[in-house]
């Protein structure tokens, strides 16, 4: 019998590291299976995902594009008052150019002797006799 054992020990030697052998290839062809499986859901809910806009996403673009809006109407109201404080410098006393040319200021009416016109007025507004003819101006239109 120990002879025996001595010719099968090298076989089944043989064979357990061949069943070995077999059930490593195994076990690597499913684990190769089911990461591929894996990577296949992954790729696929990825695609979903991209493909959809999540709300926060779009919450935080209008957020974005209302505050650029704000910072662009902001430059725009900046830009006008700087145009318009750069013409009125232009225009005042400090440009060099007197405004006035020696003219002295008169406080009387252009008005007076003027009376208004009772009984028609225009858009609310009562009607001035300036020359005194006693008839009252025509309706602009």
């Excluded at 926060?56 to 704000?70: A, F, G, H, L, P």
């Excluded at 005042?92 to 252009?110: F, K, N």
Aim: overall charge negative.
């Amino acid at each position: 019998m120990a002879t025996l054992l001595q010719h099968v020990r090298p076989w089944m030697k043989r064979d357990i590291a061949e069943y070995e052998a077999r059930v490593e290839q195994q076990m690597e062809h499913m684990m190769d299976q089911q990461v591929q499986a894996v990577h296949q859901c992954l790729d696929a809910f990825k695609l979903r995902v991209l493909e959809r806009t999540s709300p926060t996403i779009d919450r935080v673009r209008k957020r974005e594009r209302q505050q650029i809006e704000v910072s662009r109407r902001a430059s725009i109201v900046y830009e006008e008052m700087r145009q318009q404080r750069a013409r009125e410098i232009g225009m005042g006393p400090s440009s060099g150019v007197s405004t006035t040319d020696g003219a002295v200021r008169v406080d009387e009416s252009t008005t007076e002797g003027a009376g208004i016109v009772d009984g028609n007025t225009i858009n609310g507004i009562p009607s001035v006799d300036l020359a005194g003819s006693g008839k009252p101006d025509p309706p602009a239109s």
